[in-house]
């Protein structure tokens, strides 16, 4: 009966060092930043196309870059959803609500207010802890009723502290950046002049 006894009692404690490390789920979306509403009437639409990203990062496991260069998947850190989704989504929010307008993306409108529809092509994102948090984005701003287009490309790179936390906020805030230029052009075709915000 010890014995057996003994042999639950190894199970259990070898049971409990195994134990596999928990997730932690992230995301783009969100924070005090991005919440702010529109206090003046809709003067816009806006379509947020799908975003692309490089296919090594196309995925929800952090990928981290190391000071030599090497890459590690993080399989206890994740984003919330797969990263084109996480970064359009944020955006979308960011872009409306600097502009007090409505995302009408695959939703029906009526055709009094002015559309205009954003691509955007992430062509690198960046993570290295404890340095910097980069996104590189070829992005277009098209009226849809002129049909003319205005494309851009904005590299935010931004410092971050340690840690997941830190990381993440450096990403934030590269949308942020992004999101305000975005914004910058849609306004300037208001005033007949968009053109990609000087770097």
């Given at each position: 009966m010890k014995t057996i006894v003994a042999m639950l009692a190894a199970t259990v404690l070898l049971g409990a060092c195994s134990t596999t490390p928990p997730e932690h789920f992230y995301t783009l979306s969100g924070g005090a930043e991005s919440n702010l509403q529109p206090a003046k009437?809709?003067?816009?639409?806006?379509?947020?196309?799908?975003?692309?990203?490089?296919?090594?990062?196309?995925?929800?496991?952090?990928?981290?870059?190391?000071?030599?260069?090497?890459?590690?998947?993080?399989e206890q850190q994740r984003w919330a959803g797969p990263l084109a989704g996480e970064i359009g989504q944020a955006l979308s929010t960011a872009v409306t609500g600097e502009l007090g307008?409505?995302?009408?993306?695959?939703?029906?409108?009526?055709?009094?207010?002015?559309?205009?529809?954003?691509?955007?092509?992430?062509?690198?994102?960046?993570?290295?802890?404890?340095?910097?948090?980069?996104?590189?984005?070829?992005?277009?701003?098209?009226?849809?009723?002129?049909?003319?287009?205005?494309?851009?490309?904005?590299?935010?790179?931004?410092?971050?502290?340690?840690?997941?936390?830190?990381?993440?906020?450096?990403?934030?805030r590269a949308v942020q950046a992004i999101s305000k230029q975005m914004a910058d052009v849609v306004r300037g075709f208001g005033t007949g002049n968009p053109a990609c915000p000087a770097i």
């Open positions: 009437p809709v003067q816009y639409y806006v379509e947020m196309l799908a975003v692309s990203v490089p296919q090594q990062v196309s995925r929800n496991q952090f990928v981290v870059t190391a000071p030599s260069g090497r890459i590690e998947l993080l307008a409505i995302d009408v993306f695959r939703t029906p409108y009526p055709d009094k207010l002015p559309v205009y529809r954003i691509s955007t092509n992430v062509q690198r994102f960046e993570s290295v802890m404890n340095d910097h948090a980069l996104i590189d984005a070829v992005w277009s701003v098209r009226e849809l009723a002129s049909n003319k287009v205005v494309t851009c490309r904005t590299v935010a790179n931004q410092k971050t502290g340690a840690g997941y936390d830190e990381l993440v906020l450096g990403h934030r």
